[in-house]
């Protein structure tokens, strides 16, 4: 940035290389009123449908100045072609997963000579947790408690005991 003085007023004035020697400094910029970013950077948020509504409204000349320099050639899109357009190529289709119908029964050493043994696949059973967990800890008169959505951890060493009840009982 070169200085230079100005010969009137005896003060230094700022010389700017300019893009555009026509424009007028300080710029006046047109916010968005929807997303309040300038209305050129509009078209990058993740709605600009309504921010295209809301410039059409209030200016109207700007609006006809940035579809007819911007377009490309097409029309932009408004209102409900251009949602449904969104609307596909941003949704990715879930497979549904299959989880096989399996109990896991394991024995977890603690500390020392201690274990807790881990009860897995109850739910795909549609066995209610909250009910094992009464029916475990009344059966083997310890803690138990359901750490997972389904998992279900009983203190000590029962495993041989766990699949004997199950087979028999019923929740």
Do not use: H
């Not at 209030?58 to 609006?63: E, G």
């Not at 359901?146 to 009983?154: G, L, P, S, Y």
């Amino acid at each position: 940035m070169a200085t230079t003085e100005n010969a009137e007023s005896g003060l230094p004035e700022n010389k700017v290389d300019r893009a555009d020697p026509d424009a007028k400094y300080p710029l006046k910029v047109l916010y968005c009123g929807v997303c309040s970013l300038p209305v050129e950077y509009c078209e990058y948020m993740p709605e600009p449908a309504k921010c295209k509504q809301w410039l059409e409204k209030n200016f109207p000349d700007v609006f006809a100045k940035l579809t007819l320099g911007g377009g490309g050639g097409e029309a932009p899109l408004v209102g409900e072609e251009e949602e449904k357009k969104k609307q596909k190529r941003g949704q990715i289709k879930q497979k549904k997963k299959t989880v096989p119908q399996k109990v896991t029964i394991a024995k977890i050493p603690r500390a020392k000579k201690k274990y807790v043994t881990r009860v897995c696949g109850l739910a795909t059973f549609d066995i209610d947790l909250k009910e094992a967990q009464r029916f475990f800890a009344q059966k083997f008169s310890c803690g138990v408690s359901v750490t997972a959505e389904d998992e279900i951890i009983i203190q000590g060493d029962f495993t041989d005991d766990i699949m004997d009840n199950l087979y028999r009982s019923r929740f």
